[in-house]
């Protein structure tokens, strides 16, 4: 099986920054994409940032020159660094993974998510 597994949410005061770690186990065979997902009480879920295993990146235009979106390959885990938070960055997070996974003695592509973690932005 495959999960995502995510850390580093919390509680921050406005200005401050956070690092969100999401780490994907089980039988992977590559990443094609991950990214990060946020949802905030009584609205859509949106996209934060989005990786490439070749190292392209996007952002919502709300996160753009404060958050930084980077990965690791070799342990298979995306990071999402948040600087300048703010209160209307509160939400949770949700770690999403677009993987090539095995299946037997072939392999075939899949979309995962984590369990989300709440980011929380207050004085």
């Known amino acids: 099986q495959v999960q995502l597994v995510e850390s580093g949410g919390g509680l921050v005061q406005p200005g401050g920054s956070l690092r969100l770690s999401c780490a994907a186990s089980g039988s992977i065979f590559s990443i094609r994409t991950m990214g990060w997902y946020r949802q905030a009480p009584g609205k859509q879920r949106e996209l934060v940032a989005h990786?490439?295993?070749?190292?392209?990146?996007n952002y919502a235009d709300s996160v753009k020159g404060r958050f930084t979106i980077s990965r690791d390959n070799a342990k298979n885990t995306v990071y999402l660094q948040m600087n300048s938070l703010q209160p209307e960055d509160t939400a949770v997070y949700y770690c999403?993974?677009?993987?090539?996974?095995?299946?037997?003695?072939?392999?075939?592509?899949?979309?995962?998510w984590g369990q989300g973690t709440q980011v929380t932005v207050s004085s």
């Open positions: 990786i490439t295993s070749g190292g392209s990146t």
């Open positions: 999403n993974a677009d993987l090539i996974v095995y299946r037997g003695s072939s392999y075939g592509t899949n979309i995962y």
